[in-house]
Nanobody, 122 residues
Framework: VQLQASGGGLVQAGGSLRLSCAASGSISGIDFGLETMGWYRQAPGKQRELVAEISSGRSTNYADFVKGRFTISRDDAKKTVSLQMNSLKPEDTAVYYC?????????????WGQGTQVTVSS
């Protein structure tokens, strides 16, 4: 399974960005389903942290520092997960990674995208 993230960039404080992550490929030649999909971020010198995640049943979980500003969504037909980020702050600057739990033949597998840089200027 390959994850391709896009949508990062440079934005001024108060601005918006939309990140997208598309899953493709297969697991040992078997098509896969998607369980939880999420976004994490890692700022320089800090540990990677959860930003938001969405289950296959559309339940969502947000980190407190993004509640009310970010919205996660998914399109299972396209195998994508998106993160709409509004009211961005300089402290949101980080590399953002998508993570998906894919399922095939009754097993779950975790995959990470390559990361996309988000920089918010003050």
């Amino acid at each position: 399974v390959q994850l391709q993230a896009s949508g990062g960039g440079l934005v001024q404080a108060g601005g918006s960005l939309r990140l997208s992550c598309a899953a493709s490929g297969s697991i040992s030649g078997i098509d896969f389903g998607l369980e939880t999909m999420g976004w994490y971020r890692q700022a320089p010198g800090k540990q990677r942290e959860l930003v938001a995640e969405i289950s296959s049943g559309r339940s969502t979980n947000y980190a407190d520092f993004v509640k009310g500003r970010f919205t996660i969504s998914r399109d299972d037909a396209k195998k994508t997960v998106s993160l709409q980020m509004n009211s961005l702050k300089p402290e949101d600057t980080a590399v953002y990674y998508c993570k998906v739990t894919a399922t095939a033949a009754y097993y779950d597998y975790d995959y990470w995208g390559q990361g996309t840089q988000v920089t918010v200027s003050s």
